[in-house]
């Protein structure tokens, strides 16, 4: 491109030498033709370069310009379905601003209503505005307030489910319960344990009142209809069941009670002695005992009581029965021991601690515990529930703790 240039310089410049010399005598000299020729021919490939140039520069101008009629045409597209979905969101709307717009106007009815019938406190359209406007703001706030109220009765309605099952489960229960206290007979609304069910009832979870006190709240027991004549108060269960109840816990959950008591259970201390501190009733204690290989065990104990927290909630029983063995020997006149209030008799160790579990442990321990942590049938381990005088450390499957009143006071 360069040569090319050059040569069409180099023509141009002797035209021009051409040309001065003509005018410098006065003379009008025609340009060469074989330099119009030469000139022609070497600007001809720039001309057919240019004109190609032109061409392609058109195709892309074409080509960019379909390109964006077609991005146009799509986002056009777009923005109409965007205002359809307006449109359709604006009719809803509207519908809901019309409905608000009818009860204003109602409002607005029975406002004029009064106005007419109190034409002595007519107010101007401004008021009108403003009382309107407070009319509005206050059924904002009413609705906050149902919405609010909605959610709490939705949450008060499942408990009520769940009392309304409990409810179902003691429909024997509805009438007065007849007992016998002091040769009189009274009517209680609610049991104070399980032996003051009607004869009959099955066996289940029942609300009771161990405390004396009526100001006292009514409270869950599992009451055992079958074993041994029924009329059992059952405060603790172990069983092979999962997920396994956590039994290594400290003094206020023994003393408060925790568990399922269709599972395993610890029904609680405090309750206990208000139901054994009764002066009008004396109970006896059963502990019921079944090894993995199904073979079964119970000792029997009268004169079960246990004294007031102050006091340790200490171990009083009697008179021991049955084929267990008297695995409660050294537990008798023992205060209640945890891992985190250490009573036991045991000068050498935290009984609690040593067996991970809670009970009224004697000296070296004791021959019992029904609250160690769940073991298989092969474990022979201090951390576990235990009954010495039975299966020596050999872990029961099953255990269950309950109590009624004796046969002179039921």
């Not at 079964?296 to 927290?309: D, N, W």
């Not at 073991?375 to 235990?386: E, L, V």
Request: glycine share 8%; hydrophobic share 30%.
């Amino acid at each position: 491109m360069s040569a090319l240039s050059g040569r069409v310089a180099t023509f141009l410049a002797l035209n021009t030498l051409i040309v001065t010399a003509g005018c410098a005598e006065g003379k009008s000299i025609p340009l060469p033709k074989f330099i119009k020729q030469a000139v022609h021919s070497e600007l001809q490939p720039i001309i057919s370069l240019l004109q190609s140039g032109q061409e392609q520069l058109e195709i892309r101008l074409e080509s960019r310009t379909e390109a964006l009629e077609r991005g146009m045409e799509s986002r056009l597209e777009s923005i109409e379905d965007r205002l359809t979905l307006l449109n359709s969101r604006m009719e809803e709307l509207t519908g809901r601003l019309d409905g608000q717009q009818t009860q204003l106007d109602e409002v607005i009815t029975q406002l004029i209503g009064q106005n007419s019938q109190h034409d002595e406190k007519t107010v101007t359209g401004n008021e009108h505005t403003e009382q309107l406007r407070a009319i509005a703001i206050t059924m904002e706030k009413y609705n906050t307030e149902m919405r609010k109220l909605a959610t709490r009765l939705d949450s008060q309605q499942s408990q009520l489910n769940k009392l309304s099952s409990l409810l179902s489960e003691q429909k024997t229960m509805d009438g007065d319960v007849a007992v016998t206290m002091n040769n009189d007979t009274v009517k209680q609304k609610h049991p104070r344990d399980c032996s003051d069910l009607p004869a009959g009832s099955p066996s289940g979870v029942y609300l009771i009142r161990p405390s004396v006190d009526s100001q006292q709240p009514y409270v869950e027991a599992f009451c055992d209809m079958e074993t041994a004549e029924g009329n059992w108060t059952v405060i603790q269960r172990r069983d092979d069941i999962q997920p396994r109840q956590n039994f290594f816990l400290g003094w206020s959950a023994y003393k408060k009670g925790f568990g399922n008591e269709t599972q395993e259970f610890w029904w609680g201390l405090e309750k206990i002695r208000q139901l054994t501190s009764s002066k009008d009733r004396r109970y006896e204690l059963r502990i019921d005992l079944e090894a993995f290989n199904g073979r079964q065990a119970y000792a029997l104990y009268q004169g079960f009581a246990i004294s007031s927290e102050l006091d340790g909630y200490r171990l009083r029983i009697s008179n021991y029965s049955g084929n267990a063995g008297d695995g409660l020997q050294y537990g008798v006149n023992e205060k209640f021991s945890t891992y985190d209030r250490d009573q036991d008799g045991s000068s050498y160790y935290n009984c609690a601690q040593r067996v991970q579990g809670a009970w009224w442990f004697g000296r070296v321990c004791g021959y019992s515990t029904m609250n160690g942590p769940h073991q298989d049938s092969r474990s022979s381990d201090w951390a576990g529930i235990w009954w010495v005088m039975w299966r020596g450390l050999d872990s029961p499957k099953k255990t269950e703790m309950k109590i009624r009143p004796t046969a002179q006071h039921r």
